[in-house]
């Protein structure tokens, strides 16, 4: 079966400091991946999503970069943080094959606090 | 303009009843597929329901259904018989099958959330 490994769960940093956040999924082959955004009490943002190795398409400009390594890892980073940055960050994935009804398949996220 | 609206940010409903969460949504694309998630406080995002733009039929799962209404673009989340583990935040979402809808590369596009407390 296929997982969606996430982490750190938490991360408190200060501004100015870089991030790397890193996803990894087991059991599949060639996953659309994504990072979203939560604001407090918000909806979820896309932030980036990467359709293969080193493809990656940004939603929002902003102060972060997301890298794809390998087929089932993806990174999140920055190089120095903002006080915007904070919030929930989740990784989701889905299988390539394009239909309506694929539903993502979301990592346990991670609280990032900025201060 | 917004793809997915839920216009109740939160609601407070007794143990046991029924729950009507609303959800409308704007798409031109006659293919399309709509989706409730729910995020407990642990954050995690647990896939609820989906519906598909040419299902006839109301989907449900156990307790959980969806009132589609195509011509008025609504996708509503009924939860029967509530309980107190359905408090939580619920997402309503969207993919448009053949148009880009911001959901990048065959992603969701996510409504705002409503957050549900079920009181005892």
């Known amino acids: 079966s296929q997982t969606i490994h996430q982490w750190p769960a938490t991360l408190v940093q200060p501004v100015g400091s870089p991030l790397s956040l890193e996803c990894t999924v087991e059991g599949t082959s060639n996953p659309n991946l994504y990072w979203y955004r939560q604001a407090a009490g918000r909806g979820l943002q896309l932030l980036f999503y990467s359709v293969g190795i080193g493809q990656i398409s940004s939603e929002v400009p902003q102060n972060l970069s997301a890298s794809r390594p390998q087929d089932r890892q993806f990174i999140l980073s920055s190089k120095k943080l903002l006080l915007s940055d904070s919030g929930f960050y989740l990784c989701?994935?889905?299988?390539?094959?394009?239909?309506?009804?694929?539903?993502?398949?979301f990592g346990s996220g991670t609280q990032l606090s900025v201060l | 303009a917004q793809k997915i609206t839920q216009t109740q940010p939160g609601m407070f409903v007794q143990e046991k009843e029924a729950v009507t969460l609303d959800c409308t949504y704007d798409t031109s694309d006659p293919s399309y597929g709509l989706f409730w998630y729910k995020q407990p406080s642990s954050g995690e995002m647990i896939f609820l329901i989906y519906?598909?733009?040419?299902?006839?039929q109301n989907a449900t799962e156990g307790r959980y259904s969806l009132n589609f209404q195509k011509a008025r673009k609504s996708a509503n989340l009924v939860i029967s018989a509530s309980q107190l583990g359905d408090s939580a935040m619920y997402f309503c979402?969207?993919?448009?099958?053949?148009?880009?809808?911001?959901?990048?590369?065959?992603?969701?596009?996510f409504g705002k959330g409503t957050h549900l407390i079920i009181q005892p």
């Open positions: 979402a969207m993919r448009e099958r053949g148009g880009y809808s911001g959901g990048g590369a065959d992603g969701l596009t």
């Open positions: 519906q598909g733009s040419y299902d006839q």
């Open positions: 989701a994935w889905k299988p390539r094959r394009v239909a309506t009804n694929e539903k993502l398949f």
